[in-house]
């Protein structure tokens, strides 16, 4: 039987909606904190352990990924041109590509914690 080498607390739990469950998982993931971690570091005002920061997304890998998509994107768009130019072309299948590309590049933004423009933003 192994020994344990650190003293287990009590647990703490309580009730949230689903969207304040949401809004604490959002920002204890924009802290790089596990839930746990991020709630001590809220309720206490101190540095929360070290085992509950989470790795952060590698941004410069995002950032040349969403440069990928761009160009991904770009490409896409340009055979389309073509195509409806010179011969038959399924307009729902090249729109459904451009909507694929659109959400992964979505995805990605939010992964680096830009918020997406509205048209209200313009």
């Known amino acids: 039987m192994s020994k344990k080498t ?5 647990r703490l739990s309580i009730r949230l909606s689903d969207t304040e469950r949401l809004d604490i998982e959002s920002r204890a993931e924009r802290a790089g904190l596990s839930m746990g971690g991020y709630c001590k570091f809220v309720i206490f005002n ?3 352990p070290r ?13 040349r990924l969403i440069g990928h998509v761009s160009r991904v994107g770009a490409n896409i768009n340009q055979i389309a041109k073509q195509l409806n130019m010179y011969s038959a072309i399924d307009v729902v299948e090249v729109s459904n590509a451009m909507a694929d590309v659109a959400e ?19």
């Open 104 to 122: 992964l590049r979505a995805s990605i933004m939010k992964a680096l914690g830009y918020r997406e423009e509205t048209e209200d933003d313009h």
């Open 51 to 63: 085992r509950s920061r989470r790795a952060v997304p590698e941004k410069a890998e995002l950032s």
């Open 46 to 48: 101190t540095e929360p």
């Open 6 to 10: 650190h003293k287990q607390y009590p």
